[in-house]
């Protein structure tokens, strides 16, 4: 079993940035892939990014080269550092791994990103 905690969701201006963290309760490195996803007002779950346990990252085309996925095993924990956020980033983001010995899926509870002036 495996708990992922998101935070760092908030309100920002366009062109702002924000890092956003999913805290692991066991040993990150037994999940994997790990992956953020958000979900707009209206609109289906939409996958952001992936990170893998060697730090392969890959991205949905619409964040690429604004978004940064990244990992830290000592601390258990996944970030999404974003930057020139735009109105369209708006969403509830989670974090989803899967755990390498039980072949299971585990998602957060979701963070708010809201980008407005």
């Known amino acids: 079993q495996v708990q992922l905690v998101e935070s760092g969701g908030g309100l920002v201006q366009p062109g702002g940035s924000l890092r956003l963290s999913c805290a692991a309760s066991?040993?990150?490195?037994?999940?994997?892939?790990i992956n953020w996803w958000r979900q707009a007002p209206g609109k289906q779950r939409e996958w952001v990014a992936v990170i893998s346990a060697g730090g392969t990252t890959n991205y949905v085309d619409s964040v690429k080269g604004r978004f940064t996925i990244s990992r830290d095993n000592a601390k258990n924990t996944l970030y999404l550092q974003m930057t020139s956020l735009k109105p369209e980033d708006t969403a509830v983001y989670y974090c989803q791994g899967r755990g390498i010995y039980e072949n299971v899926d585990y998602w957060g509870q979701g963070t708010q990103v809201t980008v407005s002036s």
């Open positions: 066991r040993n990150i490195n037994s999940i994997n892939p």
